[in-house]
């Protein structure tokens, strides 16, 4: 009797694991039955495989559209590691060269110049070098912001950054137009322009003034000032562990500089630098 209990029990578990379907009464398929634990581990494994084709396609094949810009900005993706511990997000380098991408379009129209002619090979190298500088860009003003917080314990209020947006403004006859050409442009509204370049633009300002207070570096005349900035901040590089994670770059820590893995790119930016 209790083996015949037993094997009843069995089957009467295995049935609550099936369902049982039924075409015109033609044929009967059983199903496993799909449990709340089994709808969850197959959406947190479409997750996971999702996940790792989108990354795929983003550090190595270099996707950049709307599902890609969309799906980066839910599971915010790193362009770059700064010491193992401070990332730079994929989303606003694309926001970026979204940016850069409008800006050549608009000029490709208005103008006759090669390089922001996107249809040609000019134009897609001129463009690869310039989202390369603005990675490099977004790299030393990380290291900035790094160093204002942890040597000066600095960070930029509101009043400031909207006290230099207003500068910028009056030397464009005023916030209107200046909203006007940032629309017409760059797609950005002002919001947009002093979180992304102001600020970025006032924390250089106090790292290279607080520089010059203590005789790191030397105040010189136009360019030669900058250039000095940009030694300091070169050397400064060298100190920091950053990992490009996009396929097309190799960051050299010796030399503090983004190079590209293709020979033919890095030879056309130094010809473009050369012209200039």
């Known amino acids: 009797m209790t083996k015949k209990k037993t094997k009843t029990a069995k089957k009467a578990s295995k049935k609550k694991n099936y369902v049982e379907k039924t075409w015109g009464g033609i044929k009967k398929i059983k199903f496993p039955a799909i449990t709340l634990i089994n709808l969850l581990m197959l959406i947190i494994g479409g997750f996971i495989i999702l996940n790792l084709i989108v990354a795929f396609g983003i550090y190595f094949w270099g996707w950049n559209n709307a599902f890609t810009q969309n799906i980066s900005g839910f599971f915010s993706y790193p362009v770059v590691i700064i010491d ?12 970026q060269i979204e940016t850069l991408r409008r800006y ?5 129209v208005i103008t006759n110049i090669p390089e922001y002619d996107l249809s040609g090979q000019t134009g897609v190298d001129f463009f690869q070098v310039t989202k390369k500088n603005i990675l490099k860009t977004m790299i030393e003003d990380k290291i900035i912001e790094k160093i204002n917080q942890e040597r000066y314990n600095y960070q930029p209020s509101r009043k400031e950054i909207q006290a230099e947006a207003e500068k910028i403004a009056n030397l464009n006859s ?3 137009k200046t909203e006007q050409k940032l629309e017409q442009i760059y797609d950005m509204d002002f919001d947009r322009f002093q979180n992304q370049i102001v600020k970025k633009y006032v924390q250089r300002e106090f790292l290279k003034q607080s520089l010059i207070d203590q005789g790191l570096i030397v105040e010189q005349a136009g360019a030669a000032d900058q250039c000095e900035f940009n030694c300091w901040l070169n050397q400064e590089l060298k100190k920091h562990e950053i990992i490009v994670l996009p396929d097309q770059y190799i960051w050299d820590q010796k030399t503090g500089r983004l190079y590209f893995k293709n020979t033919n790119l890095n030879e056309y930016e130094q010809t473009v630098y050369n012209k200039n």
Do not use: A, E, F, P
């Open 104 to 108: 050549h379009n608009l000029q490709s």
């Open 84 to 95: 193992r511990k401070t990332n730079i997000n994929y989303k606003d380098y694309q926001n």
């Open 174 to 176: 005023g916030q209107i």
